[in-house]
């Protein structure tokens, strides 16, 4: 099976602009989580989906966002991007979601916000 | 407030010796602990899974044990080889939450 995907890889925005950042789950999983990584806070969970629903959301600003569709791909979209944005962007998916599952881990999106 | 700390930014170990890892979390009641590693520019890895019931856990080279008395979890990797150099992930899950927890990682380098 391909693993879980990213697009794009690499990003270069400006503050104020906004940004949409894909993944595509592993065929069959139906749990999405997203992650922002950075060095001074590590890896900080954003929001997870599950069949097209949110089921649990991070501690982070409401520029923060993010939808799954009927085929589990997933986008988050972060709006009025600031400096502090920048940071590697993980989703991670899994068969159901449930808190006895292995997490999969896609090779991230690196934002720069300049 | 809560937080997970894993014990040190930095480990240098040599070759063949056993690193230990430490991972350890306040206010939560977590279910399950989770290890991972990471590589630079690259996702996590899964390594281990332990329940709350269990003391220990192996995997060929691995060893996780997991004391809720303590709030620690300690990841144990024997016979270190340079290849197991690379940054490792404590994560805890909440119980129904769907949601993971992550230290801030230790940096593991085995010296040859």
């Known amino acids: 099976k391909a693993g879980v995907t990213q697009t794009p890889r690499y990003l270069i925005k400006t503050r104020g602009q906004q940004v949409t950042l894909s993944c595509s789950p592993i065929s069959g999983h139906r749990s999405v989580s997203w992650y922002q990584q950075t060095p001074g806070q590590g890896l900080q969970f954003l929001f997870e989906?599950?069949?097209?629903?949110?089921?649990n959301k991070g501690n982070f600003p409401g520029r923060f966002s993010g939808r799954q569709f009927s085929n589990s791909r997933s986008e988050m979209n972060v709006s009025t991007l600031e400096l502090g944005d920048s940071a590697l962007y993980l989703c991670?998916?899994?068969?159901?979601?449930?808190?006895?599952?292995?997490?999969?881990f896609g090779p991230g999106t690196r934002l720069l916000v300049l | 407030s809560q937080k997970i700390e894993q014990n040190s930014e930095a480990l240098n170990i040599q070759e063949g010796k056993t690193a230990t890892l430490t991972c350890n979390y306040t206010n939560y009641s977590p279910a399950y602990l989770q290890w991972y590693r990471q590589d630079p520019g690259r996702g996590p890895v899964f390594l281990l899974l332990?329940?709350?019931?269990?003391k220990e856990k192996r995997k060929e080279r691995l060893k996780v044990t997991f004391d809720t008395t303590l709030k620690q979890s300690l990841f144990h990797i024997t016979a270190s080889q340079p290849a197991d150099s690379a940054t490792y992930l404590c994560?805890?899950?909440?119980?129904?939450?769907?949601?993971?927890?992550f230290g801030t990682g230790t940096r593991l380098k085995v010296l040859a």
């Open positions: 989906y599950f069949s097209e629903t949110q089921r």
């Open positions: 994560a805890l899950v909440l119980a129904g939450t769907y949601k993971y927890i």
């Open positions: 991670a998916s899994s068969p159901v979601g449930s808190d006895q599952e292995t997490q999969y």
């Open positions: 332990i329940r709350e019931n269990e």
